[in-house]
């Protein structure tokens, strides 16, 4: 089978599309042939070497995809040959024709959802998700901002969102962005390149501030984010890519919080309350993976170049 293989961490161009065996499933295991595979930041993180998570050499990239079983092991029994299926991890990599996963990282993909939708769903889906109602336990009435809101996480975050009765502001960096934040729930949009957007947003609670902040860029907002918040606001940091400094006396005077977390750890009971409400969310329309860009599966590197780059439009998917 066709798979990228990474034998050396480095640029995108360590990326290597070769020939190699197809997996066979063990007790436990499934054989998912991949219709597409999702590209996300923490990707590249791995391919670089720079990340907590440092796979074995040589391996093959890739966490997210949407496929059909194609044989399962001894034992299994939630899924059979045939089923749609999306991924959340596998065993050997989901840049690849095919990708062998515990019966436990396969979950139903619904008709409606294209293979292509079914490959951004669980990094983007689960981290939002974690973000906003296990980690900051937002409820209905509250005012979230999606700060970071035209990528994978923040339209997920924002169809959350919007879907649970919230008020939902969000940010992008291009007409598109700011357009498509809209169509997919966002009553209002901020572009986060313009100077003094942060103004806007504290106007839009009339001075208020919001509730709970979801925050993509921590070393660039972090800072600015403690003055967005309501009286016992939480800002959630989802993504930094550097350091920051704050006013800890924005936190004190509304005795705010700051959480943080990884997806990488999420606990199993909070893992299946996760794939439940991502589940619902497909089945009624409520969440609908947005595919900004379609690859080839050879195009890895340019998708891991681009995925890194501004001007978000969804997810870039990577076609075997
Ligand atoms: P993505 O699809 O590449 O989207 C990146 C987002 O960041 C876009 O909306 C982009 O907007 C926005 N952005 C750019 N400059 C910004 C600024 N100055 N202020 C606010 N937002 C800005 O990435 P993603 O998959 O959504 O992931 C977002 C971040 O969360 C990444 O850093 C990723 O590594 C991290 N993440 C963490 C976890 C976790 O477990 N904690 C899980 C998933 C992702 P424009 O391009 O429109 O400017």
Not at 79 to 85: A, E, L, N
Not at 154 to 172: E, H, I, K, P, S
Not at 272 to 280: N, R, T
Request: glycine share 10%.
């Amino acid at each position: 089978m066709k798979a990228i293989r990474v034998h050396e961490f480095g640029a995108p161009e360590v990326m290597k599309l070769e020939e190699i065996p197809a997996p066979r499933p063990a007790a436990g295991q499934v054989l998912v042939c991949v219709h597409a595979t999702g590209v996300n930041p923490a990707d590249t993180y791995m391919r670089s070497g720079n990340y907590a998570i440092k796979p074995p050499l040589p391996y093959t990239p890739g966490v997210d995809a949407a496929g059909i079983i194609e044989a399962v092991g001894a034992g299994v029994t939630r899924v059979k040959p045939g089923d749609r299926v999306y991924t959340s991890g596998s065993l050997t990599g989901t840049c690849a024709e095919y990708a062998v996963a515990l019966e436990s990282q396969v979950h139903p993909l619904p008709e409606r959802i294209s293979f292509a939708q079914g490959a951004g769903i669980y990094i983007p889906y689960g981290t939002a998700y974690r973000a906003l109602r296990q980690i900051a336990r937002a409820r209905a009435a509250e005012t979230v901002l999606v700060h970071g809101a035209s990528g994978g996480v923040g339209l997920a975050a924002v169809q959350f969102a919007r879907a649970a009765g919230m008020t939902v502001l969000g940010t992008a960096g291009t007409p598109q962005g700011l357009e498509l934040i809209q169509r997919e729930g966002a009553h209002h949009a901020f572009d986060h390149r313009a100077p003094g957007y942060t103004d806007g947003i504290l106007k839009a609670t009339a001075g208020r501030g919001v509730d709970v902040i979801l925050e993509m860029l921590a070393n660039v907002n972090l800072g600015a984010d403690l003055k967005l918040l309501a009286t016992r606001g939480r800002v959630v940091v989802i993504g930094s890519r550097g350091d920051v400094t704050i006013t800890p006396r924005d936190v004190m005077v509304r005795e705010a919080s700051i959480h943080a977390f990884t997806l990488w750890g999420i606990p199993p009971a909070d893992a299946a309350d996760v794939h439940a409400a991502i589940l619902a969310g497909l089945d009624n329309a409520t969440l609908r993976p947005v595919v900004g860009k379609e690859l080839p599966l050879a195009e890895a590197p340019r998708a891991h170049t681009e995925v890194m780059e501004s001007h978000a439009f969804g997810k870039i998917i990577l076609i075997p």
